[in-house]
């Protein structure tokens, strides 16, 4: 099936596109895009990708569904394009960032400058109906999003992971914690962020484990 993806994930998971499931879920995303208002834009369902070759991806961080309010997704978890105002979650993602690092809040929430520098922003479903979170859960993305994550996971090494959360983890099982860097925590959402997120000092640990590694870190 001919799917418009970085050449370099075209070229790994080119038999995940040839899977049935894959085209029922390509068929099935069609159809909703043609009938419903769907986010992100269809051009945008791939922009983790697009903004993150398989060779450049030093980190992951796992997100499970994009943003359902209009103008927010950009085909990055966590992310939202410029002039958009930061969902919760992201600001307290920020929050951590300057108490850890002392890197002031930044104007914009449009992570694209953290996924030019190695950081595969990856939702576990790609795409959602307009006001209605979860919609195109358990239609074939997280089979994709799975392949994704263990491509990375056998084939790569030293990779950080950060898992946020109970679903991260449990999408993160595959992961060999003696090959990569695993990084667990609750969820950055205003309802779990106090019982953990705050305080955790993974963007530091990440920075860290990469610079042993001889690899640049990343300017969160």
């Known amino acids: 099936m001919e799917v418009r ?4 994930w075209k070229e790994k998971l080119t038999a995940e596109f040839e899977q049935p499931y894959f085209a029922n879920l ?15 834009p269809a051009g945008k369902i791939f922009n983790a990708f697009e903004h993150c070759s398989f060779d450049k991806v030093k980190v992951v961080i796992l997100g499970q569904d994009p943003y359902h309010g209009e103008g927010q997704a950009n085909g990055l978890c966590f992310s939202v394009s410029d002039g958009i105002k930061q969902p919760p979650s992201l600001v307290n993602i920020f929050k951590e960032i300057e108490a850890d690092l002392g890197i002031p809040r930044p104007a914009s929430g449009n992570l694209e400058r953290w996924a030019d520098q190695g950081v595969l922003l990856l939702n576990a479903t790609l795409t959602v109906e307009a006001h209605k979170a979860g919609s195109h859960q358990n239609k074939g993305w ?13 084939e790569k090494e030293g990779v ?9 983890q449990k999408k993160g099982r595959v992961i060999d914690p003696k090959k990569h860097l695993v990084l667990k925590s609750v969820h950055p959402s ?6 953990g997120f705050f305080g955790n000092h993974q963007f530091q640990q990440a920075n860290q484990y990469l610079e042993e590694r001889g690899e640049s870190p990343i300017n969160w």
């Open 5 to 8: 993806i970085e050449s370099s």
């Open 160 to 168: 950080v992971f950060f898992l946020w959360g109970s679903y991260a």
């Open 26 to 40: 390509v068929e099935f995303v069609k159809q909703e895009y043609a009938t419903k208002t769907i986010f992100p």
């Open 142 to 154: 997280e089979q994709f999003t799975d392949a994704v994550i263990e491509k990375v996971a056998n």
């Open 190 to 195: 205003p309802l779990s962020a106090h019982r």
